[in-house]
């Protein structure tokens, strides 16, 4: 795998004006240096990750709290050592064993945990747009791990640090298969306005019933062909059936969407010889992904994308937090 180029003075702004967001809530609308710039930022974490010793003081003294309103393994987790490598004192707030079960609102929640002068707050929720509507009710930054079918942006910077590890730093030029159920996938959206933003050809491919309706104002090619959407492709990314967000039946079975939708090495021959493989996480193996694929060395990135997703979170919670942190140039 080759190594991405060192970051570049003059790709963007100089201080705040790098990424002068408070929050960050989503992918859509960010230019393509603000991306830039936190995947730069994400770099010097990487390589901290992979020392002895990985944790430094930046953020000693503050308090940052993962509320999750949903279920998580990567996202929590990766945002907790993040959080604590970087210094910070970390609290996870589990919906299920907290208020909330008592009929709690997501607004008397939100104002609860803004009363505790949190210096950041990270939320996972189950409603579209719940992350936005709590930012507008906290003085502090907030960062989106993933509301229902809307955003997941910072599942899609790691996405995007990965691919660039793996094929440099262009990525003009690169074509990105993604697999599954987009209808449903936070996942593909982030991924979709990330990698457009960054020039990349964006391909997404699902059965009708699990392609939204609006997708072709994404910028992205829709094919509901895999063997078609996998010609040329440098990257396969395959996503999960999230039966969590299906109501009725959307596809006839499981052994029939492997047939027509799974990665299987005889599919993944149809991508370019070096062509990635991808998934966020968590897999279903052997429905949209088999076994051989998503352990397939030198070619799959799966624990590469977890590696990159702490060295993310890392950088977006310095970067969110310099402002109150008086940091020169972005206080
Ligand atoms: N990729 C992802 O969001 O995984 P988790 O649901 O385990 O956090």
């Not at 809307?150 to 996405?159: A, M, N, S, V, W």
Request: with cysteine.
């Amino acid at each position: 795998m080759t190594s991405p180029e060192p970051s570049a003075a003059g790709r963007y702004p100089a201080g705040c004006a790098a990424f002068p967001h408070r929050d960050l809530t989503g992918l859509a609308g960010l230019a393509p240096w603000e991306i830039l710039f936190l995947l730069d930022e994400a770099e010097q974490w990487v390589e901290l990750n992979r020392q002895p010793h990985k944790r430094v003081d930046r953020l000693a003294g503050l308090t940052i709290i993962n509320a999750f309103f949903e279920n998580s393994t990567r996202t929590l987790l990766s945002f907790e050592i993040a959080g604590k490598r970087l210094g910070a004192d970390v609290v996870n707030m589990h919906a299920a064993q907290s208020s909330v079960k008592k009929g709690e609102t997501l607004i008397d929640t939100a104002m609860t945990l803004n009363a505790m002068h949190a210096d950041a707050i990270v939320i996972r929720h189950q409603s579209s747009g719940a992350v936005r509507l709590i930012a507008d009710k906290v003085d502090c930054p907030v960062l989106n791990a993933g509301d229902g079918q809307h955003e997941h942006p910072t599942q899609g910077l790691l996405d995007a640090l990965t691919i660039r590890h793996a094929k440099g730093p262009e990525f003009a030029g690169l074509r990105v298969t993604i697999c599954g159920d987009i209808l449903h996938s936070r996942v593909a959206r982030s991924n979709i306005h990330c990698l457009t933003t960054l020039g990349a050809e964006v391909r997404v491919c699902a059965p009708p019933a699990l392609m939204p309706a609006e997708i072709e104002a994404l910028k992205v090619k829709p094919f509901h062909d895999f063997d078609a959407a996998l010609k040329g492709a440098d990257v396969v990314m395959m996503l999960r059936l999230q039966q969590e967000r299906m109501s009725g039946q959307f596809i006839p079975s499981p052994r029939e969407y492997r047939h027509l939708y799974g990665l299987s090495l005889d599919r993944l021959a149809k991508a370019r010889p070096d062509a990635l493989v991808m998934h966020p996480g968590p897999m279903n193996r052997g429905v949209e992904i088999d076994s051989n694929v998503a352990d397939l060395a030198g070619r799959s990135a799966i624990t590469t994308q977890v590696e990159m997703g702490v060295a993310i979170r890392m950088a977006c919670l310095d970067v969110l937090t310099r402002k109150a942190r008086g940091v020169e140039g972005w206080a």
